[in-house]
């Protein structure tokens, strides 16, 4: 074996990967996954607050919140998969489509919530 074959850049051979210890990391954040969940969920029931609060919805203010309600499912059940994955000992990267889901459905919530708490409807 010739002082070449095995070495890293510069010449130098790679250093043994050490067992990973995640410590808590994967804890806290499936905890913040679950808040997060749960502050979705606050602004799907006050949409629907809003809508039965309203008196005589309108066709806009059920469907704005049918459609919050919808996104906040969507933010859920995709939480609960990117939770799972964390299960394992070293987790994947958070996919990219998962990620656009997420920010979607971020953004869908908060565009929502903010339709619906618009003064004059």
Do not use: H, I, K, N
């Amino acid at each position: 074996m010739g002082a070449s074959q095995g070495a890293g850049r510069g010449g130098r051979a790679p250093r043994p990967t050490a067992e990973r210890d995640p410590g808590l990391q994967p804890e806290r954040t499936r905890l913040a996954w679950r808040r997060t969940v749960l502050s979705a969920a606050v602004v799907a029931v006050l949409a629907g607050r809003q809508v039965l609060r309203s008196g005589a919805p309108g066709p806009v203010e059920v469907t704005l919140a049918a459609l919050v309600a919808l996104v906040w499912v969507a933010f859920a059940v995709a939480a609960d998969l990117r939770m799972r994955t964390m299960a394992a000992g070293r987790p994947a990267a958070l996919p990219a489509r998962l990620a656009l889901l997420v920010a979607g459905c971020t953004v869908g919530l908060a565009a929502g919530g903010a339709a619906l708490l618009l003064p004059g409807r």
